[in-house]
C-alpha cells in the first residue's frame, strides 16, 4: 500500500492543506467518476473539460487527497489539498511513483515523427521477441505484454494507462518495451516522469496543426522529448530529415543519426532494389533483402537496425531477423486481387505519407504501364487544411482518384469532400476522379475499374476496423472489403 509520502515524492508543491503524509492511498483518478474510497484526485485542466469542476464530485465518491493547481474558496477539513503549478505534470509523476516507477526497471524505448511511429515499434517488439527477449509494446494498433494482446484506441495512453501498462510488462518480466509518442502525449505530460532507455525521430511534416495551432509548436512538441532524456539514454534521429538535428540540440542523452543518404551518418543504408516483392537493401555495408516495401521502409527499417546496435545487439543476428519481418497491420499491405489487380492498404492520412505512399507506388511502377486508383478521404473534425492537399497530391499522383469518406466523426461527409475537391484541378488531362461518400462503394468501384497489374491504393485507414460517424463508431474494415476481390 502506498501513502501520500509515497506518491508526492518528486512532486513539486507550492502549498499543501490538511497533509497527512501517512495517509494510505488506495488508487489514483483524473475522472471523478473512477474515484473510489481513499483515492486521490487530480484536477486536470484538459483541452476539452476542467477537472476543478469535478472536485466535489470526486470527494463524494470517496476522495481524501486533491491535486490541483486552484484552491477552491471552501476547504473541506477532512480533505487533503495540494497545489502544483500543472496537474497534468504531477500525474505523470504521482503515476509513476504509484506503481514503482516501472520505467526505470525496465528498457523502455519511445518513437515519435509524424510517420512511421507504428511501423518502427511494432517491428521492433517483433524482432525483439524473436531474438529471445521478453517484450511490451504501445502502438496505435494494439498494446501488447509479452504475447497477451489488449485493446488500444490512442496513440499514447494517459499517464496512469502508461504506468500501468509497464508495471504489468515488469511483473511479466519484460526486458524491453516499445512505445510510440505522439506530440499529444508530450505536450499534455502523458510521459512525465518516465525513464527513457532510448527515444528514435523518423521525421516531421504538417500535421495536427488543428491542436498545435502551428508547424513550429509541432516541432517543438517533438523536440521536447528529446529534451527530456537521461544522460544514459540514446538519443537516435534521421538526419536526411532537415527538423532531425533540431532533436539533438538540447538533449543531454548519446547522440546518433541515420541517414539513406549522408556518409556522416553514424548508421547509413542505401536502396538497391524495390518491388512489390519487398525491399533489396544494403545496411552498414551488408546486403539483405526485406519483405517490406518502399523507401519510406527503408528509412524503417534503418531506424530499428540503429536501435538494435545500439542495445547491444550483434550486427549479423539484426540483419537476419530484419529479413523475416512483415509488415505492421495497415502498413503499405499488399494484396494480389483474382483480376491480377495489386490492391495496398495503407495509414497515411497526412498529406507527406500520402505522397510518400503515392511515390514509392510511381517508383516501382516506373515505366507508368499501369493504371494507378486511389481511394482516399480526410476524417471529420480534424484539421481542414490539409484537405485540398490532399486531393492535390493524390489527383497529380495517380490516373484515378476517388474521394470517399474516413471517419467523418460529427461533420457531414459530403462536406469534407467540398473541402478536398478545391485542390483538384479540373482540367488534368487524363485524368478521371469520382466522389463516392459510402466508402465500401468506392473501394468497390476501384476494384471494378483496375485491370492485371494496375495498382489501387486505399488510404487513410489502415489497421482501423470501424468509421465514426456521429459519436459511434460502425465496423468497417478496409482490408475486408479488399478481400472479397
Known amino acids: 500500500m502506498k501513502t501520500l509520502q509515497d ?22 483518478a483524473f475522472d471523478s467518476r473512477k474515484v473510489k474510497d481513499d483515492y486521490v484526485f487530480v484536477a486536470e485542466k484538459g483541452t476539452e473539460t476542467d477537472g476543478h469542476l469535478f472536485i466535489d464530485k470526486a470527494i463524494t465518491n470517496g476522495a481524501k487527497v486533491i491535486v490541483l493547481e486552484d484552491l477552491p474558496k471552501e476547504i473541506n477539513e477532512n480533505i487533503v489539498y495540494v497545489k502544483v503549478k ?84 515488469v511483473m511479466e518480466g519484460c526486458d524491453y518495451a516499445f512505445m510510440e509518442v505522439s506530440s499529444h502525449a508530450v505536450v499534455q505530460n502523458r510521459i512525465a516522469g518516465l525513464k527513457f532507455f532510448g527515444a528514435i525521430f523518423s521525421n516531421i511534416t504538417l500535421d495536427h496543426l488543428d491542436y498545435h495551432k502551428t508547424f513550429d509548436n509541432y516541432i517543438k512538441a517533438k523536440k521536447k522529448f528529446f529534451d527530456m532524456l ?87 543476428d539484426v540483419l537476419v531477423k530484419l529479413s523475416a519481418l512483415e509488415p505492421a497491420r495497415g502498413r503499405f499491405e499488399c494484396y494480389r486481387l483474382q483480376s491480377g489487380a495489386v490492391a495496398i492498404i495503407d495509414y497515411a492520412h ?22 494507378v486508383f486511389t481511394v482516399v478521404g480526410c476524417g471529420g473534425d480534424r484539421d481542414k487544411s490539409k484537405r485540398p492537399i490532399m486531393a492535390a497530391i493524390a489527383q497529380k499522383l495517380s490516373n484515378t482518384l476517388i474521394l470517399t469518406s474516413d471517419n467523418p466523426r460529427t461533420e457531414k461527409p459530403e462536406d469534407i469532400l467540398e473541402d478536398m475537391k478545391k485542390g483538384l484541378k479540373e482540367d488534368k488531362a487524363n485524368h478521371k476522379h469520382f466522389c463516392i461518400t459510402d466508402r465500401r462503394e468506392a473501394i468497390h468501384l476501384a476494384c471494378t475499374l483496375a485491370k492485371k497489374d494496375d495498382i489501387i491504393l486505399v488510404a487513410g485507414k489502415g489497421h482501423e476496423d470501424y468509421q ?18
Request: aromatic letters at 8%; charged letters at 25%; glycine letters at 6%.
Open 468 to 485: 465514426e460517424i456521429n459519436h459511434v463508431k460502425h465496423h468497417f474494415d478496409d482490408r475486408e472489403e479488399i478481400l472479397k476481390y
Open 86 to 169: 500543472d496537474s497534468s505534470l504531477a500525474l505523470g509523476i504521482i503515476a509513476c511513483n504509484y506503481y514503482d516507477n516501472p520505467s526505470k526497471k525496465i528498457k523502455l524505448i519511445g518513437i515519435t515523427g509524424t510517420n512511421g511511429k507504428t511501423t518502427t515499434v511494432t517491428l521492433l517488439y517483433r524482432m525483439f521477441m524473436s531474438m529471445g527477449y521478453n517484450c511490451g509494446l504501445l502502438s496505435t494498433i494494439e498494446n501488447i505484454i509479452n504475447d497477451k494482446v489488449l485493446h488500444t484506441e490512442r496513440t499514447t495512453p494517459d499517464s496512469l494507462t502508461i504506468n500501468l501498462l509497464l508495471y504489468q510488462m
Open 7 to 28: 506518491i508526492l515524492h518528486n512532486i513539486k508543491i507550492e502549498k499543501i492543506l490538511n497533509d497527512q503524509q501517512s495517509l494510505e492511498i488506495k488508487g489514483i
Open 350 to 371: 497526412t498529406p507527406d505519407a500520402l505522397e510518400n505512399v503515392l511515390n514509392t507506388i510511381n517508383e516501382i511502377n516506373l515505366l507508368k504501364k499501369n493504371e
Open 230 to 316: 537521461p544522460a544514459k539514454a540514446f538519443a537516435l534521429t534521421n538526419i536526411d530529415d532537415k527538423h532531425g538535428l533540431v532533436m539533438l540540440q538540447n538533449t543531454k542523452a548519446k547522440k546518433y543519426t541515420y541517414s539513406l543518404s549522408s556518409p556522416k551518418a553514424d548508421f547509413r543504408a542505401k536502396i538497391i532494389d524495390d518491388s512489390f516483392d519487398g525491399l533489396h537493401i544494403d545496411i552498414d555495408g551488408k546486403e539483405m533483402f526485406a519483405r517490406l516495401i518502399g523507401k519510406f521502409n527503408a528509412y524503417n527499417l534503418l531506424a530499428i537496425y540503429s536501435c538494435a546496435i545500439l542495445s547491444g545487439m550483434e550486427k549479423e
